[in-house]
């Protein structure tokens, strides 16, 4: 084993931006990773358009499951209040393979639950909480456009916010998962 110029410095804080590497622009998959353990697969994609990247997730075991990305636990702490704008395009697809690109899926537009017909969701997970009795705080946050019909052919809009609530601050690890989606069907990010 040979190492030589390590270093390890303090990264820093930049809550403008909580998803890294959230275009795919580095053309990788770095920053993002299946929620169960590897058991589903990723892969990259062409993008909305035909432009650079998305992010496939499929062979999915539950419908909960989907890929998560760290967070950066400084933009919550200490920021009771603060807003964020979580804007994302979405793609649903069904028989995807290793082998097979699949085919546009349907899903069912401004229906609040998961599972079985559902658009995909975005969910922030947080851990280690310390408000009142609970140690874990899972909010969903649900697409606020006003779709009539969800378009099995090309990326759809996904717009919401979220406020950051005392409960949230009090938490010190936090994740952010694209999902809640029918086990049979690949979402494209």
Known sequence: LVIDDVSVKVIPKNC???????????????????????RSKIRLVDGAGGDGYALANYLRHNHWQGVQQILDSRCFRDNVGVEYEVKAKFKLLEDM???????????IVNRRHSGYGACPRVRLNAWNCDYEDRNDYWVGIWNDIDYNEWNADNFND??????VDERL????????VIG????????IV
């Not at 403008?16 to 590897?38: P, Y």
């Not at 393979?97 to 899903?107: K, L, Y």
């Open 97 to 107: 393979t290793d082998e097979s690109p699949g085919t546009g899926a349907m899903c």
């Open 180 to 187: 809640d989606i029918e086990i049979e069907k690949a979402i």
């Open 169 to 176: 601050a009090s938490c010190k690890e936090f994740r952010v």
């Open 16 to 38: 403008d931006s909580l998803i890294l590497n959230g275009n795919f622009e580095d053309g990788t998959t770095s920053f993002w990773r299946n929620w169960d353990r590897e």
């Open 158 to 163: 996904f717009h919401a916010s979220f406020y």
